[in-house]
């Protein structure tokens, strides 16, 4: 992101919801975004998936610029090459495990590879589930699911806004640890964010936000490392 800045409204209401953000993510790195309610974190991961466009500055994704597609070529690279966890999974119920992980690839038209369905379903570990319903499945197996979904086009990078904000903490370390494993051992490239200390503390760096403006930095982060740095920064 070069010199991002999202304003909304305007006059009096105006909102600058991002101010002025440049930040590189490199790939096979695995990024905790936090900060207050309101610090723009949410506006943050949107402008970086082309689900938002800024009001100034540029996006960059891998050699694509986002800000000089038209919406039908942005539907198409979010599509294809960002992949997205959400707190609630946003499965579809009357879908089996197998046609909710190749939901986008149907969407895109094209036929799954099949080495590399069985490498992400096994790496998921739902390999002895694909003819189930997401009703017949616990939440941390249908976060799995919503995780496999979200690799089965390989994509570029994973989005995941508050990915075990419904998952109890030892269900909710179990996706962490699956998403880390995805970047060190896949060489997959995976930006979340969060609200909690313990869930950033599995990623490579943690980026505060703090009033739409980057506030720092951590590298190799602990919990208690962010939990200090946490009220450092204001009202959570
Ligand atoms: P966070 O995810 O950290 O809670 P957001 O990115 O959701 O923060 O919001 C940052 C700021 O932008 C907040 O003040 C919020 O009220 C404002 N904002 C977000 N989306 C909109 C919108 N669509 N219209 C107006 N204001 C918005």
């Known amino acids: 992101m070069e010199s991002v800045s999202r304003v909304y409204g305007g006059g009096s209401g ?8 440049s930040i590189t993510l490199n790939r096979r790195t695995f990024t905790a975004v936090m900060g207050p309610s309101g610090s723009g ?13 800024p009001t100034s500055g ?15 070529a942005l539907t198409k690279l979010r599509r294809q ?17 197998l046609d909710n992980i190749t939901l986008p690839l149907r969407l895109a038209g094209s ?8 490498e992400v379903v096994g790496r998921v570990g739902l390999a002895g589930r694909l ?31 508050e990915p075990t904000g419904a998952l109890d903490s030892r269900t909710g370390r179990q996706v962490l640890e699956l998403l880390r494993d ?18 950033a503390s599995y990623a490579h760096q943690v980026v505060f936000l703090a009033d739409g403006r980057l506030a720092g930095s951590l590298e190799s ?12 920064l204001g009202e959570w």
């Open 14 to 21: 105006m909102v600058r919801a991002l101010d002025n953000v």
């Open 41 to 53: 974190k949410s506006t943050f991961l949107h402008c970086a998936a082309g689900l938002d466009t």
């Open 58 to 72: 540029r996006v960059w994704l891998g050699d694509k610029e986002l800000s000089r597609l038209g919406e039908t």
């Open 81 to 97: 090459r960002v992949g997205f966890v959400f707190q609630a999974y946003n499965l579809l119920p009357s879908l089996s495990v």
């Open 111 to 118: 036929r799954p590879d099949q080495a590399w369905l069985s």
């Open 131 to 161: 003819d189930h319903l997401p009703s017949q499945l616990s939440g941390g197996q249908q976060q799995r699911v919503a995780i496999a979904r979200a690799l089965v086009t390989r994509p570029e990078v994973v989005l995941a806004d």
């Open 182 to 199: 995805l970047v060190d051992s896949m060489g997959q490239t995976v930006l979340m964010v969060t609200h909690d200390p313990v869930s």
């Open 221 to 232: 982060p602990t919990p208690k490392t962010v939990a200090e740095r946490m009220t450092r």
